[in-house]
């Protein structure tokens, strides 16, 4: 068991207050990770200065040349894949193999963002003046405050720290507390890398105390937040006198959509993955199945026959295919569900309980779990769960799934399963989500387009990179006109 410490300044620090919580495995609740620091107001304030005191050397040395650091810590973090991949299973539950994809997601990041060193294109244009030219030219905002879930614990923080380093920014890193350990490695890597001291900030802690103080920290030029919508909207209310700039990646309740022409064999494989895959545990995982009224009941059979073979355990062990749930609160949380579906008189079709048996008695584990015949309006099909909870609901159309699937205040990710190739074409277009699948599971986003929801989802930052990515939050825009002319030039004005 290991003792970490706060990354401050290029150095590894122990907490002022001298506290410490601890990161525990969540399929054995017994085996304690990590004690991490319980970081307060005092250790925000170091981590800010150090990040405010890096900056100017920071954002004058050449993109490219910061593009070097990123380009030595994808190499590192494929060289530790293996052992990083265990990290994300041991400290967070996943099964491996999503350890190692999670670790993947970061690596690809890390080169897609150093490539981004030799692009961060401006514009230039031709000026309606003579002897003037127009561009505009991309610089940092200065620090950056990043908050980051445990659902993700490599990925989401490389999201955010390569493209906010790109930029030229310095940060400040606050990782869940339940999982602290990824995020040290994470930053180990990059200070292996060779980032200069103070670029990256490393302050654990809880939410209330280390990621607010953070978050409205005076030096804090801009925020960028992953998780809860409640907790985003707490953000949002507390930054809005601050004038900063927040982007938000938020919670879903996506759907997946079975049209009566489906390959079912095909949709089962994409809900079993969406819906219990990460057990759950997705911003994009797909918690609605809406399925054409002439297959919904072949359909749910195979769903439900599916579902209950799936084999819980720890996701280190090899046949596991669904792990833990991350903490005793989730796991309340998701069975509390359980009742609230019961009780708004949905079926329960298989699950619904706490999977107790033998070794599983350890973790918070959760029998993969089934309702049918849901009503959009019932509380299960309208709120996140987070959890290995998928409700399936009937439609008699095409137009009527389409509205049953935009029927939320999410709009994370949605996906349709059709072998007309006319309707996926239309749902394309009537899908109200951030991401559209077609004959795919609505999670497995790859790094190099956009990332980020519609609606109470995201705040319209989406992360990650194609055009409108992460770049376009991390810099901003600076216009610079040039008048080489030798004489007053009035635009809009002396035009002859
Ligand atoms: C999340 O659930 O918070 O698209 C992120 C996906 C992953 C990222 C999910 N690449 O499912």
């Given at each position: 068991m290991e003792i970490l410490h706060n990354f401050i300044g290029g150095q590894w620090l122990p907490p002022g207050s001298g506290d410490y919580g601890e990161s525990v495995n969540p399929a054995r609740s017994t085996e304690v990770v990590a004690r991490y620091p319980l970081s307060d107001r005092n250790d925000v304030n170091r981590a800010v200065a150090a990040a405010a005191e890096s900056f100017p050397r920071w954002r004058r040395m050449p993109a490219p040349r910061r593009a070097e650091v990123l380009f030595r810590a994808a190499e590192i973090l494929s060289r530790k894949k293996p052992e990083l991949g265990r990290l994300v299973t041991l400290e967070m539950g996943k099964v491996l193999a999503e350890g190692l994809g999670d670790v993947q997601e970061a690596i690809d990041m890390a080169y897609f963002m150093a490539g981004e060193g030799r692009r961060l294109i401006g514009e230039t244009v031709p000026c309606e003046l003579p002897d003037k030219d127009g561009k505009s030219i991309r610089v940092p905002h200065g620090v950056a405050a990043l908050i980051t879930p445990w659902n993700f614990p490599v990925a989401i923080p490389s999201w955010k720290v390569f493209a906010a380093l790109i930029c030229g920014n310095t940060a400040v890193l606050k990782p869940s507390s339940d999982s602290p350990r990824c995020a040290v490695e994470f930053v180990r890597i990059l200070e292996a890398a060779g980032l200069p001291p103070g670029v990256l900030n490393l302050v654990m802690g809880r939410g209330e105390l280390a990621g607010d103080a953070l978050a409205v920290h005076p030096n804090v030029a801009l925020v960028s937040f992953t998780g809860s919508c409640a907790v985003g909207g707490e953000l949002e209310a507390k930054l809005a006198p601050l004038h900063r700039p927040l982007a938000q990646e938020m919670g879903g309740k996506n759907a997946i959509l079975i049209m009566e022409d489906a390959?079912?064999?095909?949709?089962?494989?994409?809900?079993?993955?969406?819906?219990?895959?990460?057990?759950?545990?997705?911003?994009?995982?797909?918690?609605?199945?809406?399925?054409?009224?002439?297959?919904?009941?072949?359909?749910?059979?195979?769903?439900?026959?599916?579902?209950?073979?799936?084999?819980?355990?720890?996701?280190?062990?090899?046949?596991?295919?669904?792990?833990?749930?991350?903490?005793?609160?989730?796991?309340?949380?998701?069975?509390?569900?359980?009742?609230?579906?019961?009780?708004?008189?949905?079926?329960?079709?298989?699950?619904?309980?706490?999977?107790?048996?033998g070794e599983l008695a350890l973790g918070?584990?959760?029998?993969?779990?089934?309702?049918?015949?849901?009503?959009?309006?019932?509380?299960?099909?309208?709120?996140?769960?987070?959890?290995?909870?998928?409700?399936?609901?009937?439609?008699?159309?095409?137009?009527?799934?389409?509205?049953?699937?935009?029927?939320?205040?999410?709009?994370?990710?949605?996906?349709?399963?059709?072998?007309?190739?006319?309707?996926?074409?239309?749902?394309?277009?009537?899908?109200?989500?951030?991401?559209?699948?077609?004959?795919?599971?609505?999670?497995?986003?790859?790094?190099?387009?956009?990332?980020?929801?519609?609606?109470?989802?995201?705040?319209?930052?989406p992360e990650a990179g194609g055009r409108m990515g992460a770049i376009d939050f991390f810099s901003r825009i600076k216009v610079v006109y040039r008048d080489f002319s030798g004489r007053l030039q009035r635009a809009q004005i002396d035009i002859e």
């Amino acid at each position: 068991m290991e003792i970490l410490h706060n990354f401050i300044g290029g150095q590894w620090l122990p907490p002022g207050s001298g506290d410490y919580g601890e990161s525990v495995n969540p399929a054995r609740s017994t085996e304690v990770v990590a004690r991490y620091p319980l970081s307060d107001r005092n250790d925000v304030n170091r981590a800010v200065a150090a990040a405010a005191e890096s900056f100017p050397r920071w954002r004058r040395m050449p993109a490219p040349r910061r593009a070097e650091v990123l380009f030595r810590a994808a190499e590192i973090l494929s060289r530790k894949k293996p052992e990083l991949g265990r990290l994300v299973t041991l400290e967070m539950g996943k099964v491996l193999a999503e350890g190692l994809g999670d670790v993947q997601e970061a690596i690809d990041m890390a080169y897609f963002m150093a490539g981004e060193g030799r692009r961060l294109i401006g514009e230039t244009v031709p000026c309606e003046l003579p002897d003037k030219d127009g561009k505009s030219i991309r610089v940092p905002h200065g620090v950056a405050a990043l908050i980051t879930p445990w659902n993700f614990p490599v990925a989401i923080p490389s999201w955010k720290v390569f493209a906010a380093l790109i930029c030229g920014n310095t940060a400040v890193l606050k990782p869940s507390s339940d999982s602290p350990r990824c995020a040290v490695e994470f930053v180990r890597i990059l200070e292996a890398a060779g980032l200069p001291p103070g670029v990256l900030n490393l302050v654990m802690g809880r939410g209330e105390l280390a990621g607010d103080a953070l978050a409205v920290h005076p030096n804090v030029a801009l925020v960028s937040f992953t998780g809860s919508c409640a907790v985003g909207g707490e953000l949002e209310a507390k930054l809005a006198p601050l004038h900063r700039p927040l982007a938000q990646e938020m919670g879903g309740k996506n759907a997946i959509l079975i049209m009566e022409d489906a390959d079912l064999e095909l949709a089962l494989h994409g809900v079993l993955w969406g819906g219990f895959g990460t057990t759950g545990q997705r911003c994009t995982a797909a918690s609605r199945v809406i399925v054409h009224e002439a297959v919904h009941d072949r359909f749910l059979q195979m769903l439900v026959k599916a579902a209950r073979a799936l084999r819980l355990g720890d996701g280190l062990q090899s046949d596991t295919q669904v792990g833990p749930l991350i903490n005793q609160r989730a796991l309340n949380k998701a069975l509390n569900y359980v009742r609230i579906g019961q009780e708004e008189g949905a079926k329960l079709q298989c699950g619904g309980g706490r999977a107790g048996g033998g070794e599983l008695a350890l973790g918070n584990f959760m029998e993969p779990t089934v309702f049918s015949e849901v009503k959009p309006s019932m509380r299960i099909a309208q709120e996140e769960i987070f959890g290995p909870l998928v409700a399936v609901m009937r439609c008699s159309s095409f137009e009527a799934g389409v509205d049953m699937v935009n029927s939320t205040r999410y709009g994370l990710s949605s996906a349709i399963y059709t072998r007309d190739v006319n309707r996926a074409a239309r749902a394309e277009q009537e899908l109200e989500s951030g991401l559209v699948y077609v004959n795919a599971s609505t999670i497995g986003a790859e790094i190099q387009l956009p990332f980020g929801g519609f609606r109470y989802s995201g705040s319209g930052h989406p992360e990650a990179g194609g055009r409108m990515g992460a770049i376009d939050f991390f810099s901003r825009i600076k216009v610079v006109y040039r008048d080489f002319s030798g004489r007053l030039q009035r635009a809009q004005i002396d035009i002859e």
